[in-house]
């Protein structure tokens, strides 16, 4: 079978850094992406790894353990804009064609 | 670019209503992706298309639920008869090859 965890809920204030953890289960791995989706709207991509280490995007970096199975989204200097759902999403590879699995998603709050 | 689009925007129907969903991906993509997204349920992936051929429809919850690509620029997510349980946010999302995808603004579905 296949899982992602990650937290339901995670507040913080404006300005600081916040690290949002995966962890996943599943065979044919072939990446781990985060997409953010603000209330109403739609998911929208942020980052990929498909290799071991931290992919830097402006305040969101995005790291990734294969060994370990493990991935976070790291948010810095946040803003109140920010406050919104964070879903890791694991690529799988199946008969040769690649689909996304999202995870349950984390409520981002920012408070000022 | 317009982006992925969707119509319509809303629907409220009756139980045991047809349902029609329709979507156009972005120009160029060969992959579409059909999702529902619940409280209950988070983002299920229902099927998806390479090519306009369906690869996976392993997500479909049942028989009343279809989807068609009649050519790479249409997509259609039909539900006949529809049922409360229905009731959810549905997104479909495109992109090229393994890249990012790119999700349409969504469906909001109430079937009463």
């Known amino acids: 079978g296949q899982s992602l965890e990650q937290p339901s809920e995670v507040t913080a204030v404006e300005g600081a850094i916040v690290q949002i953890n995966c962890t996943y289960q599943t065979s044919g791995f072939y990446g781990l992406s985060w997409y953010q989706q603000h209330d109403g709207g739609a998911p929208t991509f942020l980052s990929y790894n498909a290799l071991d280490g931290l992919e830097e995007t402006g305040r969101f970096s995005s790291f990734l353990s294969r060994s370990d199975s493990y991935g976070y989204l790291l948010l810095q200097e946040l803003q109140m804009k920010d406050s919104a759902s964070y879903f890791c999403a694991v690529s799988r590879m199946n008969t040769g064609f690649q689909k996304l699995v999202f995870g349950t998603g984390t409520r981002l709050l920012v408070s000022p | 670019d317009a982006g992925v689009i969707q119509s319509p925007r809303h629907e409220v129907t009756e139980m045991g209503q047809e349902v029609t969903l329709r979507c156009k991906p972005i120009?160029?993509?060969?992959?579409l992706f059909w999702y529902r997204q619940t409280m209950m349920r988070g983002l299920e992936l229902l099927i998806y298309f390479n090519n306009n051929v369906p690869i996976d429809d392993s997500g479909m919850p049942e028989d009343r639920f279809s989807a068609k690509m009649p050519n790479a620029s249409f997509s259609t997510l039909k539900i006949q008869p529809s049922e409360p349980r229905d009731s959810a946010v549905y997104f479909c999302?495109?992109?090229?090859?393994?890249?990012?995808?790119?999700f349409g603004p969504g469906t909001r579905l109430t079937v009463l």
């Open positions: 120009s160029g993509h060969d992959y």
């Open positions: 999302a495109s992109s090229r090859g393994a890249d990012t995808q790119y």
